[in-house]
Structures are given as structure tokens and as C-alpha cells.
């Protein structure tokens, strides 16, 4: 029979959860000691070593064929008030006005754009590589990867091969949502489908590409949907090793088709990020991305199994656009306080982790 000290025993001996561990801890009354149990698994993994980097977001068109209910960014067609496409030269000024020496990463997500020719997206990397050779380029969801992949007759490795010519230097996590069926048919049913995204994630790190995964929560899934998220991501990681990082995204709902469900509140954000620190024993890291909970919630989150909080992330458009009231950006220094102030050890990364030492 499982029980907290079943799962305590487990964790101790370094041995995998299961499926109905899970789902305990998810309904266990008392979060908090859940959230000490994933916090004891982070320390061991990382001690109090917290990790932030300094970024750029990119979202260089907004047209996307999809129709996800959760969306408040997308606006479909091009022509519709608000629709944008940035040109490579566009976008070029766009990141000249905003870069800044000491980036790291630039991350790019884009809409599923039908008017554009594929040769959009490796010119607009050669374009970064050229003008700002000191940003590892971080983009393309694996949604993104299958439509591409679907829409101009390739292979997820053929587009990978190609992008990755032009300089793509690892993958974002999006679009995962969540992997049931059940649920992808209501929330986003004309994307790549939960095998099409483990797919393309399975190809990029067959090249030897890196990528991170994602998990949107508190639309309509179960707690054992959420846990099944879970073990599709670390069986995939048992064959490939490729992902470096879990990011669960709340779901934010302003502006979007499914306005009227409450968003998660912070116990749900805390609950989420210790139980996927317990479930996920194969990724290396947890981030509890600032800009989606909120600056406090994400502090709180280092304590709960989290051991990232993403970076200095400039110009978010995602999570602003569906009602995220965290700032714009966060300066360096306000990232390390916040780290500082929980007790742990701000350290800044590059996109694939390396350490990066600046001069005081
Ligand atoms: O795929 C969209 C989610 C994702 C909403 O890999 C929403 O380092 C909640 O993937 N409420 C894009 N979630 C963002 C993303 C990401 C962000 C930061 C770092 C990384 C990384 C990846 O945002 C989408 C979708 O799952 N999303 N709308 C919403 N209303």
C-alpha cells in the first residue's frame, strides 16, 4: 500500500516512483512536507547551487495556424489586427535594440505561420549567428519542428539537420501542454499530437541536440494525466538523455477561450514543481520560470525541489499577453537577491548549463 513513508523510503534509497506515487504526493494533505521531500532530492542533486541565465525572447511572427483554447498569444491569419510577421531584417533590429554585451541565449517561439517558405527560419538564424555570435540560439518547439516537418515534406531530423547547419544550438520545451489524448482533443487539437512532440524531441537528441520539456497544468487534466506527463517524459529520457530541464507552465487565463477556469493558485505551483522534482529522478534540473508564477512563487519554488529560475528574461510576449503582472525583465541583481534571500547559491548558466564567471 503506498504511503508517505513508503515514498520517503523510496527516495531515500534512490528508487523510482511510480505512476500511483505520483499520485499520492499530488493528493497528499500536507504540501509541505511533500515539498521538503523534493527539496532534500534537490540539494543532493545540486546542493544550494541555483541557476539563472541572461536572455533574450524572440516571437518573430504571431500568425499561427493552431487554434489551442489556452492561447492568448496567437492571432491566427495574417491581415487580423495585431497580426505580425518581422521580416529577418526586422528581427535583426529588433535584437540590436535590445542586446545587450553578456547575453547568453536567445530564445525563439513562433506561431505556426502557413505563408511563409521554409527558408525563413535558417535565414533568420544564419542572420543571429553573423550579427550576434555570442547568443546560443534556444528555439523552435517541437510543434513547431512537425509542422515544418509536415508542411514541407521532411523529416524532424531533416529539418533538424538543416536548422541546426544554421545554427540552432538547442531546443525550448513548449508545446508539450499536456500528453493525453483525452485532453489534447479539447485544448489543442490541430498541433502535433503527444508521440508527434516526443518524436521530434527523440530526433534532435539522436543529433545530439539538447532540449528541455514542459508541462501546462490547471486547464482541465487529472492529477493522473499530470503524472502520466510525467513518466512519458522520463521513459524518453531513459533512451535519450537529451533533456536538461522540466519547466511546468500554469496556465494563465486572461485572454484567451478558457477565460472561466480559475488559474492555479500557488499551493498547485509549489505541489507541482516537488512532485515533478520527485517523479522526474532522470532530468537533471527543475525551473521555476519567474515570468509564468510570479516572482514570490518562483523564490518559494527553490525551496520546493526547484533549482533554476530561468534568467533576466527581456521582452517576454506569452505569458504578458494571457495576464502574467510579473515585470518585463528582471536585472541580474534583483535575480541573485531573490536566490540570495532564500538562503541558496546564485549561479549563472549558459543555455546547456556551463558555468558562466563574470569579473565583480
Ligand atoms: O507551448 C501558452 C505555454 C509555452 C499559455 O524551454 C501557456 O526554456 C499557460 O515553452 N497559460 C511556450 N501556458 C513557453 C515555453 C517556455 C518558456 C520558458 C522557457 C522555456 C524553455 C520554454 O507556453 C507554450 C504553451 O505550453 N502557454 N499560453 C497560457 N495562457
Not at 98 to 112: A, C, D, F, P, S
Not at 207 to 216: A, D, E, Q, R
Request: charged residues 25%.
Amino acid at each position: 500500500m503506498t504511503s508517505f513513508e513508503s515514498i520517503e523510503q523510496k527516495v531515500e534509497r534512490g528508487e523510482r516512483l511510480s505512476l500511483e506515487d505520483g499520485c499520492y504526493l499530488f493528493r497528499h494533505p500536507d504540501v509541505f512536507a511533500v515539498a521538503r521531500l523534493a527539496h532534500s532530492v534537490r540539494l543532493k542533486l545540486h546542493g544550494t547551487t541555483t541557476y539563472y541565465n541572461w536572455n533574450l525572447h524572440l516571437n518573430s511572427t504571431n500568425v499561427c495556424e493552431a487554434s489551442c483554447l489556452f492561447c492568448s498569444f496567437a492571432r491566427l491569419k495574417t491581415g487580423m489586427p495585431q497580426a505580425y510577421t518581422m521580416s529577418v531584417e526586422d528581427a535583426e533590429k529588433w535584437i540590436r535594440d535590445r542586446y545587450k554585451v553578456g547575453m547568453t541565449e536567445i530564445h525563439i517561439v513562433n506561431g505556426l505561420n502557413p505563408d511563409l517558405d521554409f527558408e525563413y527560419y535558417p535565414s533568420l538564424l544564419r542572420m543571429i549567428r553573423k550579427e550576434f555570435p555570442a547568443l546560443h540560439i534556444k528555439a523552435f518547439t517541437a510543434v513547431e519542428i512537425h509542422y515544418f516537418a509536415q508542411k514541407y515534406s521532411m523529416t524532424y531530423t531533416d529539418v533538424l539537420k538543416l536548422l541546426m547547419d544554421a545554427g540552432l544550438g538547442s531546443m525550448p520545451g513548449g508545446g508539450a501542454e499536456i500528453f493525453s489524448d483525452r485532453v489534447r482533443k479539447k485544448i489543442c487539437r490541430d498541433k502535433a499530437t503527444a508521440e508527434e512532440w516526443l518524436g521530434a524531441h527523440r530526433a534532435a537528441h539522436n543529433l545530439g541536440l539538447k532540449s528541455n520539456c514542459t508541462m501546462l497544468y490547471g486547464t482541465i487534466e487529472t492529477i493522473e494525466e499530470r503524472v502520466d506527463h510525467m513518466v512519458s517524459l522520463r521513459a524518453l529520457q531513459d533512451e535519450t538523455n537529451g533533456f536538461q530541464v522540466f519547466i511546468p507552465l500554469a496556465f494563465h487565463n486572461e485572454g484567451n477561450r478558457m477565460e472561466r477556469l480559475p488559474a492555479p493558485t500557488a499551493i498547485d505551483d509549489l505541489r507541482v514543481i516537488s512532485v515533478s522534482r520527485l517523479m522526474l529522478d532522470n532530468i537533471p534540473h527543475v525551473k521555476a520560470y519567474w515570468v509564468m508564477l510570479g516572482i514570490k512563487t518562483a523564490q518559494t519554488a527553490l525551496l520546493c525541489g526547484a533549482n533554476d529560475i530561468d534568467g533576466a528574461v527581456t521582452e517576454e510576449k506569452i505569458y504578458h499577453m494571457a495576464g502574467s503582472h510579473s515585470p518585463d525583465a528582471l536585472d541580474t541583481s534583483e535575480i541573485q537577491h531573490l536566490i540570495r534571500a532564500a538562503g541558496l547559491t546564485p549561479q549563472e548558466r549558459t543555455t546547456t548549463y556551463q558555468l558562466v564567471e563574470r569579473a565583480a
